[in-house]
T-cell receptor, first 113, second 116 residues
């Protein structure tokens, strides 16, 4: 059974700082890994999707990496802004007909102006 | 692309009542998922559909829960005889799966259920 852990549970940084959010998973047979953003009381917004054959994905100020051998993924946010404040969730996906995501509990990020 | 739409946004009900939620996925997406999220936790998988076929159900989905996706379009999630433990955010998501390759999941804003 896949288990996903996110560290830290909460993070507070000043505006402009670069930061890294960590995600670890127990089953290396992961098919893909997705990072999501969730604002309070809202649904999830997909940020980046890394297929198992890939090592990283980039979108704007965001970069996500995937290391299946160590069971880890990181989300790097460059030049953080107050608008980045949200909960960031990572989720590991199974493959084929078993596709479903197993989520971590998230990291609550606060970027202070 | 109008995104994934869920209705209602909020539902307050008394214990023992039945409730039904609706999800309208992105039109060209063939997979539809239901997840449940409680405060401080990540979403937990409940069930998913490939077109109109329900392919997998979590053990979290007791006999009081039923989901349908008639004609492979919108989906409904019904909870019968609600219990206070059913209080949660119910999230719907959709994706386009081509063969065994899965693209990003797109989530709706959720239905927040409160059982009094």
């Amino acid at each position: 059974k896949q288990e996903v852990t996110q560290i830290p549970a909460a993070l507070s940084v000043p505006e402009g700082e670069n930061l890294v959010l960590n995600c670890s998973f127990t089953d290396s047979a992961i098919y893909n890994l997705q990072w999501f953003r969730q604002d309070p009381g809202k649904g999830l917004t997909s940020l980046l999707l890394i297929q198992s054959s890939q090592r990283e994905q980039t979108s704007g100020r965001l970069n996500a990496s995937l290391d299946k051998s160590s069971g880890r993924s990181t989300l790097y946010i460059a030049a953080s802004q107050p608008g980045d404040s949200a909960t960031y969730l990572c989720a590991g996906g199974g493959g084929g007909s078993n596709y479903k995501l197993t989520f971590g509990k998230g990291t609550l990020l606060t970027v202070n102006p | 692309d109008t995104g994934v739409s869920q209705n209602p946004r909020h539902k307050i009900t008394k214990r023992g009542q039945n409730v039904t939620f609706r999800c309208d996925p992105i039109s060209e997406h063939n997979r539809l998922y239901w997840y449940r999220q409680t405060l401080g936790q990540g979403p937990e998988f409940l069930t998913y559909f490939q077109n109109e076929a329900q392919l997998e159900k979590s053990r979290l989905l007791s006999d009081r829960f039923s989901a349908e996706r008639p004609k492979g379009s919108f989906s409904t999630l019904e909870i019968q005889r609600t219990e206070q433990g059913d209080s949660a955010m119910y999230l719907c998501a959709s994706s386009l799966a081509v063969g065994t390759t899965n693209e990003k999941l797109f989530f709706g804003s959720g239905t927040q259920l409160s059982v009094l």
